[in-house]
């Protein structure tokens, strides 16, 4: 194996492998390496410009002791960006040292021809290719060293029980409430970006760490070091991106609901919250407002006139954000145009069908920049002329009705190689061209994104989720660990999204419960789909807005006056911590930094506050301790070493120690640090 320094990139060879380090932003380096003599020049999540940094690199020889028992001299390269070094052995094992301490190392089991530690007859390498047969993607199979007693955060969303992610094993695909954003946070003082949108598999095994990608043309990973997780999450947006600044008439409450199936509706519904006082910042019109999946537009016949209810609803100050889904039904006047076009995605085999929730449909590639023009002038023309202010972009995963990526191919390659970015690049559709219009920042929301998608006006929500309090605690971790990823514009549906009865006392206690919680989250917005369905459809045709159920009303008054009093105490309190939840989103996208944060974020030399999942913090200031639990009305909350004020009493107390808080129905504990 031969070094060569190109520029400032350290470049080996080895067994037709070509691999190139190179210093990549603060303390961090970007490694890569292909079987196919040259690399494929996409950046993936990689966008941002750097600094050159002051690299030093340095090829040396190492004694090696042979089977003989002789010395050998063998060829080491080490290269230095500031706090990060990497060491490349002889045979091409990488291994990484924060402040000269070694954090990670790439795994090796194989007869190397000395009696070092990773010389073993087993046959296992640190990056294993293997040729996809009839095409030109590799598998690949990359290896490190577990290291015992390390946490592992981040990684996006997975409806799971764990924050901490060592031990598990995560499908680097996405789904409906399953967001691959392939960043990890180590409590070694490092993150690591898999920047590889292929369909794939990692595992942080205690006895190592796996990485798979099903189809690639390269191996791309970028890796930081630092002090704390604040630091590497300020390093790793660094070369990502950050979210822009959040406008300041959307940090307050978005009403929605399955589904507003009129204008008048919605119109009735602005109207009664502004009759009760409450300020409400958008509005969202579900799916099915529209005459056939990929018409993008209003069915006249409930909506008479987009415009002018448009232009009421702003004069009462609230935005209105409208459904957009990527399936197309055969049915839709665009979808023969799109398939002519080569706008849609395509099968590998078998019928064209991509997706079949209430029509036989096949979704958009928004890789093709031709379809995002498409859809984008039909949007433009039925929804933004009309001043529709943003976008719900549901299904962005996309839903697939069934999820064989094997199956599908986009205009830029196979699904399997490149499907995770699909999310990304439909956001994209929207915010390339909202963002040319210069109205100001764009924020759409969507149910799932990439590493980087925080800077394409994403709010991200967590799917449909079941309404159970075993699903609000899973997303307390969802959250916390999006936020360890780079997203930071973050929510939930609240109540969760599926419910069988909006009558049923423990549903209300969980709405409550879970209300209470999204006060302290980054984007307040109600919705869910309330059974039962008893309301009956508008029309009886098989089509158009009027035929597909709805769900209960779902606005603040609609679970009786007691629920409501309690509901208007927290939006209160939301409204009351307008500037400070403002100074929050500046953190955002001046370093990073997400609104919701684990105690360890805040608090990184507290040994418990790695521990801890069902109590987070909301920025600096709040310590948030959700009920999680039906029936419970009192809860323990570690407070971390300092004086905390309990927000109920008013209460000193201090820090250091467990306390047991009271948490009546109408409170929810929360501590205010002094």
């Known amino acids: 194996m031969t070094f060569s320094i190109d520029q400032n990139a350290l470049v080996f060879y080895r067994q037709g492998e070509m691999c190139r380090i190179e210093p990549w932003g603060k303390d961090a380096f970007r490694v890569r390496s292909t079987m196919q003599g040259k690399f494929t020049g996409n950046d993936w999540a990689l966008t941002e410009p750097v600094p050159q940094a002051d690299v030093q690199i340095r090829i040396d020889q190492e004694d090696h002791w042979v089977g003989d028992g002789t010395v050998d001299k063998r060829e080491v390269a080490v290269v230095t960006n500031g706090r990060l070094k990497v060491v490349v052995n002889f045979v091409g094992i990488l291994s990484f040292y924060r402040d000269d301490k070694l954090i990670l190392r790439e795994y090796y089991r194989s007869y190397d021809g000395t009696l070092s530690r990773e010389s073993r007859c087993l046959k296992m390498i640190n990056r294993e290719w293997k040729g996809n047969i009839g095409g030109s993607e590799y598998s690949l199979n990359l290896k490190f060293e577990s290291n015992d007693d390390e946490k592992i955060f981040g990684m996006g969303q997975y409806q799971q029980s764990y924050l901490d992610l060592k031990g598990c094993t995560l499908e680097l695909a996405q789904r409906n409430s399953q ?54 999450l300020q390093n790793y947006t660094q070369v990502t991106g950050r979210a822009e600044m959040f406008p300041e008439e959307l940090m307050g409450l978005w009403q929605c609901k399955l589904r507003y199936r009129t204008q008048d509706e919605v119109l009735q519904v602005a109207r009664q919250y502004q009759k009760e006082g409450i300020k409400i910042d958008q509005i969202v019109i579900d799916f099915f407002h529209w005459t056939v999946q990929g018409d993008w537009k209003f069915d006249k016949t409930y909506w008479p006139d987009p415009k002018a209810m448009v232009d009421e609803l702003h004069s009462m100050g609230i935005r209105v954000i409208v459904s957009i889904w990527p399936s197309v039904d055969r049915k839709s006047e665009n979808f023969w145009p799109m398939m002519e076009k080569g706008l849609l995605i395509k099968t590998e085999r078998g019928a064209a069908q991509t997706y079949d929730y209430q029509g036989d449909c096949v979704e958009i590639d928004p890789f093709n920049p031709e379809t995002r023009k498409y859809v984008w002038e039909v949007c ?8 529709i202010d943003a976008f719900w972009l549901d299904n962005s995963e996309p839903d697939y009705g069934v999820y064989d990526f094997e199956n599908y191919r986009y205009c830029d390659g196979p699904a399997l190689a490149i499907s995770n970015l699909y999310p990304q690049m439909y956001s994209r559709v929207f915010y390339d061209e909202m963002s040319r219009l210069n109205k100001g920042p764009v924020v759409n929301l969507l149910r799932c994104g990439w590493a980087g998608s925080q800077k394409y006006g994403n709010v991200i929500w967590s799917g449909d989720v079941p309404s159970t309090f075993e699903a609000l605690a899973d ?112 953190e955002a996208h001046t370093n990073g930094s997400p609104l919701i944060r684990t105690m360890f974020y805040e608090f990184p030399d507290d040994p418990k506050c790695w521990e801890l999942q069902d109590q987070y913090m909301f920025g600096d200031k709040y310590l948030a301790a959700p009920i999680l639990h039906l029936n419970e009305f009192s809860r323990r909350v570690y407070l971390p070493a300092g004086k905390w004020k309990l927000t109920s009493t008013g209460e000193i107390l201090d820090g250091g120690a467990y306390v047991t808080v009271e948490a009546p129905i109408d409170y929810m504990p929360v501590f205010e640090k002094c």
């Open 380 to 387: 433009k023309k039925n929804y933004y002329n009309y001043g």
């Open 475 to 586: 997303q307390i971790q969802c959250g916390l660990n999006m936020g360890l990823a780079g997203i930071p514009w973050w929510t939930t549906d609240i109540g969760g999204f599926m419910t069988d009865d909006v009558n049923d006392p423990d549903f209300q206690q969980l709405l409550i419960r879970w209300y209470q919680f999204a006060v302290y989250s980054a984007v307040f917005r109600m919705h869910g789909d309330r059974g039962p369905y008893n309301i009956p459809p508008l029309d009886e045709r098989d089509w158009g807005g009027g035929y597909l159920h709805t769900g209960q009303p779902n606005e603040l008054w609609s679970y009786g006056e007691e629920n409501y009093a309690i509901m208007k105490k927290y939006y209160d309190i939301r409204v009351s911590m307008h500037d400070y939840i403002k100074k929050l989103y500046e």
């Open 179 to 232: 967001i691959s954003v392939p960043f990890a946070v180590s409590s070694l003082g490092y993150g690591f970006l898999w920047n590889n949108p292929a369909v794939g598999r990692v595992t942080f095994g205690k006895n190592y760490t796996e990485w798979i990608a099903r189809a690639t043309k390269e191996m791309d990973y970028w890796i930081t070091a630092a002090e704390n997780p604040k630091q590497i």
